[in-house]
């Protein structure tokens, strides 16, 4: 190949996003580009938190990073994190990239670097080693949420924040540091939440989606041949990667509920259509809470909020 | 010059005293932390983050002292070979000078990268910190070390009397 | 390749001209990364990569949560040592072993064990019964090199014999189930043990001024010695207990993780100190000033072990050593050696968690796709990073004895340690020639998870 994009990433090499996501985004670029652009993947070389200065500086050429790592530096990704939403990640992301192109660009977020897909995982469901039955259960339960708008439903049920970053979960499970985890399916099998979380509860829609994007350093786009940029512009950035990692965070949710539903001692229990209810109210304030502060940087935050609601509806 | 040695060891104390009580804090955060989450089921919920800060604050307040006082951790297989060639100091005068001097860029990268924190309003997780002190201590830190590293060097070449510690 | 190995022999000769070890590899790591990113170790670009890299890298390493565990530990076992537990631990070795030629440095290697019981870390382990047993070895008058030796390679068991940083590590990197990489580990940690004590053995049967014998102690004076060990024991069950949830019952429900352990242990340590009388302000002051010394030295270390790591992964090496391995078309077990094979050489300069971060990615598939199991290879792998710790010319547990005793050379160390290594490489083939060593406790698990 003529062009070799350095891709910087997290997580577990067996990890979706590094088995699945990265070989999915280099076969889409081979393919666009007629093989003249591939990809080499580099895993352990920063930690999350530091994969947008590694981008924006040229030390990779690509990375992903999680919005929620990065406390204060990202508001608008609260948008898609939001409970309530009905549909699968693929639906999510391909609505999130869409709301990004018409409402949440102009807040600049992603200043200094090119972003070149939006996703977001499978709802988040609540992962405990006891079981829970119920939504009262939750308060004062100590749980393990990231940042952002996890982290707000979290406290509005009640539960007490403890904080881990995802490889450190099993460990804090397994002390009982924590009593759960409110992660995506997938990471049932991903960070072996069989092993010391044996209960889901879960909520239709989750109680929250994590925002990702993937991001690509300026200059090394701005170097690569026009008609390269064009066809990459065209065929893999934006939407059409947003909606293929999408569908795979699906895919890898689906494996994660077939290990569960293998593994004995475990099991999925369905919140019960009052809890249902219950939880509808508690999303509901806090989604009123993210959408003013969307609202105070700058976007027009209910517009935003009601299109990907109805992109994902009619998905 | 002697003077002026003497303030700087004087000095020296305060980053030192810095460093243990960060260390101490720490201690003594981790074990509330753990009796207030098992017995009263009400854990410190910033306790990682303020785990982060203290171990930057302990890790770096004491960096310039360990790096001009043969702190660091390095290889003395040949330590007979220069002494018997009677190159140890200046051997000494050439590492210091080279370290301190390799310090500047590293500095200046932290400084900016720290700057870009601050310009992006990145703040820790629970306590809303902005994560830019961390950055700018850490630079000062790395800054002094380098400063002092030199000045080390200089004098393992000028005046080595002023040494405390001989060159090994 | 060529890159990263002309980059490994700059550092290396850097090393031996007694460049701090941070110094050396950030410095070559630095311009390797920007010749990697860049084309030229001058390009502009490349150069500003990798400051961005070395950069963050300074920052995030002293702000790893993960890693509070080191100054925790080193705290806890100086606090240890000023509360006289150690003096009467020894006295509890002494009664019992020290009638035997080289008996100090068994107790010293039977105490690593038992602490690597507590500690997930070997450089914790190492630092923390360095402070602990070197000034009492000293005092029976054993030779620097059995001395500092047993200790250094004692301490690597730290992350064999669960609860072990490594271990938990693989099992993410690999999705290995973390509770059988536990249970697998203590059979071979317990082999460690045995076999460094036929190490020490050895030594004074080559050299018997070097761990002389003591008196033999009547078995009253045993039992007495013994019954002073209890704050030692309620320490070790504190943190041990903790960690196995032996306080989770109503209304305490105490338990904790691996890194608050630390913290545990470490407060415990320093109230027990307290409660006897051994701390003043001074002490204290003493203590923890030592404590933070040593902790940013290690720090330094890691940050330039990181710095390097990046730029030998960036230039690709791991990926062209599996390359090489899977060129040549020969039988599995054969691939096995060389895996070991590379991994002891890189051993000589990795720092362990380097070491497991950039091999682990490559060579785990490779492995199974032979059909080796998954847990074995985390025990060997574990097995050959802790021979890493004890390697020349960089091994971490060594310059950890160097740091803490100051008055004793690296060559010294290197010198008491060879038995030792020969040891672990003795264990290592055992543990590749019969597998059932490693997965015999995990299996008798069975499905329970952990
Ligand atoms: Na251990
Ligand atoms: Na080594």
Redesign the pocket.
Known sequence: AEHTLIISSWAPPTHGINALMWPKFTEMVEEATDGRVTTELKLGIAPPPAQMDLVMDGAADASIIFHGYQAGRFTTSKLIELPGYEGSAEAASVAYWRAYEKYLKDAEEHRGVKLIALHTHGPAQMHTSEPVETIDAVSGLKLRIPGGVGGDVGAALGATGIQVPAPKVYETLASKAADGVVMPMESRKGFKLTEVAQNVYEMPGGLYRGSFAFIMNEDIFADLPADIQKVLEEEVFGEPLSREIGKIWDEIDQAGRAETEATEGNAINAASEADQKAFMAIAEEVRATVLEELAAAGVDAQAAYDMIKSEMAAY | MSALIHLARRISLIPVLVACLALFVLMIMTFCDVILRSVFNSPIEAATELTRILMAVLVFSVLPIISVTNGHIAVDLTDGLFQKFRLSRLRDAIIHILAGVMLYWPVERVWVLSNRARDYGDVTEYLGIPTFYVGWFITIAVGISAVALIVTGLLYLFAPQYLSEPSK | MTAALIGFAIVLVLVLMRLPIVFAMGLVGTFGFAYERGGSIFDERGLKAALSMVGRQIMDTAQDYGLSVVPLFILMGLFVNKGGMARELYAVSNAFLGHMRGGIAMATVAACGGF??I??SSLATAATMSKVAMPQMRRYGYSDELSTASIAAGGTL???????VILVIYGLLTETSIGKLFMAGIIPGALGILFYLFAVRWTVWRNPDAGPAGERASWSERFSALGSVWAVLLLFFLVIGGLYGAFDFEPLNLTFSPTEAAGMGAAGAFLIALFRGGLTLGSTFEVLKETTFTASALFAVLIGAQIFSNFVNIAGLPEALIAMVTAYDVEPFVVILMILGIYIILGCVFESLSMLLLTVPIFFPLVTSLGYDPIWFGIVVVVVTEISLITPPVGLNVFILKGVVGDVTTGTIFRGVTPFWVADILRLALIVLVPVIVLYLPEQMGAMGH
Request: proline share 18%; net charge neutral.
């Open positions: 690597s019981a500690c997930g730290g992350i064999l014999i669960p609860p072990s």
